[in-house]
C-alpha cells in the first residue's frame, strides 16, 4: 500500500503554492501597521510598512491575530526593585561602607538593565499591538 508522507515544510511549501496565485477576499491586516490586505496577494509585502507577510490559512505570518498582549508589570516592578536596591548598596559603598555592597550593588544593577530591557520590549510589543486594534476599529468605522 503507497504511503503518503509529507513533512511539516513540505505541507507548508504545498499550501503557498495553492494560494500563490489567489487574492485575499476578506479583511486581513498587516500584524505590523494594521494595513488592510483585502484584495493583495495572499503571500507578498505589506504596501505601507515593506514588512514580508504570508496570509495563507495555517501560515499567518505577520498577519494581525488578535490576542491578549499583557503589560509587563512583572519586568517593571522587578527592573524597579533591582535599580533602587543597586542605588542603596552603591550609595553605602561609596560612603565606603564595604567592598561586597559594591558586588551586589553590581549584581543588582545588571538585574535592573536585565528587566528593564525586558519590560522595554514587552512595553514596545503591548504598544503595537495596541496601535494596530486602535486602527484597525477606526477603520472600521468608516
Ligand atoms: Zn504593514
Known amino acids: 500500500m503507497p504511503s503518503v508522507r509529507m513533512n511539516v515544510q513540505e505541507f507548508a511549501h504545498l499550501l503557498d503554492q495553492l494560494y500563490r496565485e489567489k487574492t485575499i477576499a476578506e479583511s486581513t491586516w498587516c500584524g505590523r501597521c494594521g494595513y488592510n490586505l483585502r484584495t493583495r496577494p495572499y503571500i507578498g509585502v505589506c504596501p505601507e510598512c515593506g514588512h514580508r507577510y504570508n496570509a495563507v490559512p495555517m501560515r499567518m505570518q505577520n498577519i494581525f491575530v488578535p490576542h491578549d498582549v499583557p503589560l509587563p508589570y512583572a519586568e ?12 542603596a548598596l552603591l550609595r553605602g559603598a561609596a560612603a565606603g561602607v564595604s567592598a561586597s555592597q559594591l558586588v551586589f550593588g553590581g549584581m543588582f544593577a545588571l538585574l535592573g538593565l536585565l528587566f528593564g530591557w525586558r519590560a522595554w520590549v514587552g512595553l514596545r510589543a503591548y504598544r503595537r499591538h495596541r496601535d494596530v486594534i486602535r486602527r484597525i476599529e477606526s477603520e472600521s468605522e468608516e
Open 76 to 87: 517593571v516592578f522587578s527592573s524597579l526593585v533591582s535599580l533602587g536596591l543597586t542605588f
